[in-house]
């Protein structure tokens, strides 16, 4: 096994899948690929969360202004204001990364997926 790696290295092959280019005749310390930017990761579980967020928030708010006008009878009209209050605060977020979503995935310009936090995955 040794002597087949020896010769592979030897013969400049290796068992690495990584991708090299040959250096410019005048070396400055810089080369072309370091100023290339990779293709953008796509979160697609945050924006799952986003869309989550947004139909919840979304369907909290419906509902507590249905409970609060009285389309909907409710037996203590007091306690749909909290309903209304955390459907806008679920909506909010759900709303701001699913535009963040949708403008990059546009291509408007200063919109990335970078701006939208991946949550360690």
């Known amino acids: 096994m040794k002597a087949a790696r020896s010769t592979m290295l030897a013969a400049g092959l290796s068992n690495n899948k990584a991708k090299y280019s040959r250096l410019a005749a005048s070396d400055d310390g810089y080369i072309d690929l370091q100023f290339q930017r990779s293709p953008p990761k796509i979160p697609y579980n945050a924006i799952a969360l986003a869309i989550f967020l947004f139909?919840?928030?979304?369907?909290?708010?419906?509902?507590?202004?249905?409970?609060l006008t009285g389309t909907i009878e409710v037996e203590h009209p007091d306690r749909t204001i909290p309903l209304i209050i955390i459907g806008v605060l679920v909506f909010l977020p759900g709303f701001y990364h699913l535009r963040i979503a949708c403008y990059a995935a546009k291509g408007c310009r200063g919109y990335s997926y970078d701006d939208i936090p991946d949550f360690g995955d």
């Not at 139909?55 to 509902?63: N, Y």
């Open 55 to 67: 139909l919840i928030g979304s369907l909290l708010i419906i509902f507590g202004t249905l409970l």
